[in-house]
């Protein structure tokens, strides 16, 4: 089988942990930069987190906005992690939504303990029990019914799926553990 390629949107955030889980995994994975990086082979697409309001001004900027949105909108696999499930997020309660392409609505920079940034263990989507590390997360308040939760903490969603998208409002590239990033991989880029 051939190995899959997965794009990493690489402008800005913590996109160099996202390539090297993926490799770990024994798939190969890219930086997109640039344009004319979307020119390559991609099996599916993964939104770093970092700080979702720089990283929708740099799409626009680099002219990566449409093109990305359009990918989506098609069908392609694509991982949100954090700022990156605020991309995807329809409804952001306090900010402008960027793809605006699942259907969940998400609030800003508000949950948890310790400001938004801890340390925890939750059980996801029926594989177990795993790390997970949030930083001025997000959560999701609400989803369509379309919209598949795959972990909750403290009675809030933290992990969804719609078809081809997927988010966590957490950090599994932080960890060691790679559930999350092969539940990527075999489950959500199925078939490409
Ligand atoms: N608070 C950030 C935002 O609004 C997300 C934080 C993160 O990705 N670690 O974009």
């Known amino acids: 089988m051939e190995k899959k390629q997965i794009g990493v949107l690489a402008v800005q955030g913590a996109f160099a942990e996202h390539i090297a889980m993926v490799r ?5 994975a890219f930086e997109i930069r640039q344009l004319p990086d979307l020119e390559r082979p991609m099996d599916g697409l993964i939104l770093p987190g970092g700080e979702s309001t720089a990283m929708r001004k740099l799409l626009d900027e680099l002219g990566l ?6 990918k989506i909108a098609a069908g392609l696999p694509v991982y949100g992690t954090c700022a990156g499930l605020l991309l995807l997020a329809k409804e952001i309660e306090g900010g402008t939504p ?6 969940v609505s998400a609030v800003r920079n508000a949950y948890g303990r310790q400001l938004g ?3 925890t263990e939750a059980e996801f989507a029926g594989l177990g029990t795993i790390p997970m590390t949030f930083i001025r997360a997000p959560y999701i308040a609400s989803v369509q019914k379309n919209v598949k939760v795959l972990a909750t903490v403290d009675e809030k969603i933290v992990a ?3 078809g081809n998208q997927f988010a966590t409002a957490f950090h599994p590239e932080l960890n060691e553990d790679v559930t999350v990033h092969r539940y990527f991989l075999e489950e959500v880029c199925k078939g490409n």
């Open 24 to 28: 770990r995994l024994g798939a190969e």
């Open 65 to 70: 906005y449409e093109p990305l949105r359009a």
């Open 98 to 103: 960027c793809f605006a392409t699942m259907d």
């Open 117 to 119: 940034s801890f340390y």
């Open 160 to 162: 969804a799926r719609q």
